[in-house]
């Protein structure tokens, strides 16, 4: 079966109505101690790519603004081949993301909502990283993740994910770089079979980049050309 295009942001006449933004430092700094502000401000619209800047400002509390936005009561998907064309900032501290969360995060929370990041990337590194977060059979936070290398971020790339009932398939450019099996819920894995809506964002500081953070290099912006997303059938 051949894929579908049944969902789109092409980003050509601003920001598509399926979008919700959240504002705010979350809790805990979005649960990972991140530094910045969220504000709906800066994500923007320019040259047909959807902009989100983070900078160097004090609001809110916080040293840093930036932007995060989720298709969460608007659009959610159960498999397919979610994927976006994107070209990302470096810079220490820096961490953007294109990622999924489970639609029941709001009962369940999380990890037992899962997880599935599609692209996330830190600071200056070559490359990108592809992983889930679950609850497993004991309750117990669980990952899975690899990275591949990617020489020039700054450039626009493709990553995407295929997923269906037995397999969630990483891929930059159409290379296929990570595989995990969720057939029958293995390892607790059965969260992956439900409806998951997309998150687009980038961090400042925060667990994973450090709070490090390399000034210069703000305002520094994520530019997506597209968020895509088909199905089988």
Known sequence: QDYNLVWQDEFDDGIGPDWVFETGMGYNGWGNNELQYYRRENAAVENGNLVITAKHENFGGAQYTSARMKTQGRKSFKYGKIEARIALPSGQGLWPAFWMLGNNITS?????????????????????????????????????????????????????????????????????????????????????????????????????????????????QMLVDYVRVYQKG
């Not at 969720?182 to 998150?199: A, K, M």
């Open 108 to 220: 369940v929370s999380w990890p037992a909502c899962g997880e599935i990041d599609i692209m996330s990337r830190i600071n200056n590194a070559l490359q990108t990283h592809g992983t889930i977060h679950w609850s497993d059979q004991n309750g117990d936070h669980a990952s899975y993740g690899d990275d591949v290398g990617v020489s020039d971020p700054g450039q626009y790339h493709i990553y995407s994910v295929e997923w269906d009932a037995n397999s969630i398939k990483w891929f930059v450019d159409g290379q296929q770089f990570n595989e995990v099996d969720i057939s029958n819920g293995v390892n607790g894995t059965g969260e992956f079979q439900n409806e998951f809506f997309i998150l687009l964002n980038m961090a400042v500081g925060g667990d994973w980049p450090g709070f490090d953070v390399d000034q210069s290099k703000l305002p520094a």
